[in-house]
């Protein structure tokens, strides 16, 4: 089992910043992706990031509507996972959960982990 504990949602205005952090424990070892999805109220769960992973070598993808103001990073030695928000839109408002996978995916159906979610708002 994977443990996963997310912080840093809040409310911020319109072109403002977040950083999302996301800690895994548990059976870490077994992950190989860990991703970002989101989740406005009355719509369905959407990517956001993911990086993926192997032994030597990582990739990061990004849902289209935060390509060029998102950033997804990793730190493995901590088993925790970063999203940088920039340039916040009103449209970014939703609960945001980090998963994880042992896959290499970006299929959030194929995310055998998530967290609780953590809320970010954006005001106009």
């Known amino acids: 089992q994977v443990q996963l504990a997310e912080s840093g949602g809040g409310l911020v205005q319109s072109g403002g910043s977040l950083r999302l952090s996301c800690v895994a424990s548990?059976?870490?070892?077994?992950?190989?992706?860990m991703g970002w999805f989101r989740q406005a109220p009355g719509k369905e769960r959407k990517f956001v990031a993911a990086?993926?992973?192997?032994?030597?070598?990582?990739?990061?993808y990004y849902g289209d509507s935060v390509k060029g103001r998102f950033t997804m990073s990793r730190d493995s030695a901590k088993n925790t996972v970063y999203l940088q928000m920039n340039s916040l839109k009103v449209e970014d408002t939703a609960v945001y959960y980090c998963?994880?996978?042992?896959?290499?995916?970006?299929?959030?159906?194929?995310?055998?982990?998530w967290g609780r979610g953590t809320q970010v708002t954006v005001a106009s």
């Open positions: 998963a994880a996978s042992t896959k290499r995916t970006v299929e959030p159906s194929l995310y055998e982990y």
């Open positions: 548990g059976r870490t070892s077994s992950n190989n992706a």
């Open positions: 990086i993926t992973w192997s032994f030597n070598n990582a990739n990061a």
